[in-house]
């Protein structure tokens, strides 16, 4: 089995200990990080080669910064930045290939408030990343899409769904873009394994929403169809919200069989 993860942990340098403490516990073989809010020359690599990781990153100083580590499989970078807008310089797209799979760690713009500059921005991120994921699927191997997409897909994804009619992150037009991404042929893997859905990866630091379970569904893996079949598993490291100073956001995560 592979297992593959994706965890936002919102400040990789000031919630270290949390995430070396999950890493011992749960040793997925790939991890995709999301908001590491670290420069490039700040990243944590002795503490995470200690740990039996080796990375790559796209670090920058400010909420952004994604990277890629991997256990044993040898990782070569493709990108570290999402094409479309040469000009655009936030870091939120790393694609590497990570063993026998194309692997892309994704941390989409937040996009509030709503409506405005930050969501305008928002809908064009995602029509850059329509056109990138429609090309990535004509790849001769498995490809995940893995990370923060900072959206709810359905209403069976936020606890609420009146509460966020007006949020960037369920705006019609996003969970558009997001179903578009499905019909290109990409399949949802915790939706595949949770049909009921009520499976929810974040929980706001305010109004106690990790105590009343107030969620929201905003990580995501996205597979390929070479990886369809070979999906077993798939679950939320719910507890590690509720551990000292961690990140809102839970580790996410899917085993896949060895390829035959």
Same mark, same amino acid.
């Given at each position: 089995m592979i297992k ?10 000031? /919630?270290?200990?949390?995430?070396? /403490? ?21 990243? !944590? ?10 990375? @790559? ?7 952004? +910064? &994604?990277? @890629?580590?991997?256990?044993?499989? !040898? @990782?070569?970078?493709?990108? /570290? ?27 989409? !713009?937040?996009?509030?408030?709503? !409506? ?20 990535l699927l004509s ?35 996003? /969970? ?20 009921? +859905? ?32 070979? *999906? ?19 580790? &996410?995560? @899917?085993? *896949?069989?060895?390829?035959?």
């Open positions: 593959v993860a994706t965890y936002n942990i919102n400040s990789i340098n000031g /919630r270290l200990p949390v995430l070396l /403490r999950w890493l011992k516990k749960a040793k997925p073989d790939i991890l995709c990080l999301q908001e590491l809010k670290a420069e490039q020359g700040r990243f !944590p690599e002795d503490e995470l080669k200690a740990a039996g990781y080796h990375a @790559i990153w796209h670090g920058q100083k400010t909420w952004n +910064g &994604v990277a @890629i580590l991997s256990r044993s499989l !040898p @990782i070569q970078e493709l990108r /570290r930045r999402l094409p479309g807008d040469a000009k655009d310089e936030q870091s939120r797209y790393l694609e590497a290939i990570v063993g026998e799979m194309v692997v892309a760690c994704i941390y989409a !713009p937040n996009g509030n408030p709503y !409506p405005g500059k930050k969501f305008d921005y928002k809908v064009k991120w995602y029509n850059r990343l329509l056109t990138h994921t429609k090309g790849f001769d191997v498995p490809v995940l899409l893995v990370g923060d997409f900072n959206v709810m897909p359905s209403e069976v994804d936020v606890y609420k769904p009146e509460k966020y009619l007006n949020d960037a992150l369920f705006r019609k037009e996003i /969970r558009a873009a997001f179903d578009r991404m499905l019909k290109q042929g990409w399949t949802d893997a915790i939706a595949k394994k949770f049909p009921a +859905g009520h499976i929810y990866t974040f929980w706001d630091y305010l109004w106690k929403a990790w105590e009343r379970n107030a969620g929201l569904r905003l990580d995501h893996f996205l597979l390929s169809p070479h990886l369809v079949n070979r *999906l077993k598993r798939a679950g939320v490291d719910k507890e590690v919200r509720g551990w000292p100073k961690a990140s809102d956001h839970a580790p &996410v995560w @899917i085993e *896949l069989q060895d390829k035959a």
